[in-house]
């Protein structure tokens, strides 16, 4: 099976509350992120994903990591945010 078919069907799995976090290793501001995530998130599904393992990935965010994506609306959410941004953004993305 191709790669891309193999995400493909990956998240065709995914439910409606999951969201991915766009990170890499040694990222001061993705723990930071993660760390907001943590709090915010009681019922939230969530993938870590290390743009460094994907050269789409890698040129798409590495200016801009850590972003949260929703996988229902696609909808990103790019740093910095806050408690209240990210408790709007996952309100509004679920």
């Known amino acids: ?37 943590q709090q915010c998130g009681a019922n939230l599904k969530l993938s870590i994903i290390d743009i460094m393992d994907d050269a789409k990935l890698f040129s798409r965010y590495e200016c801009t990591i850590p972003v949260l994506k929703s996988y229902l609306t696609e909808t990103e959410l790019n740093w910095p945010f806050d408690v209240e941004a990210l408790g709007l953004f996952l309100s509004h993305n679920q």
């Open 1 to 37: 099976m191709a790669p891309c078919e193999f995400i493909s069907l990956f998240e065709k799995q995914m439910p409606e509350n999951h969201f991915i976090l766009y990170s890499t290793a040694n990222c001061h501001l993705c723990e930071d992120a993660l760390a907001l995530i």
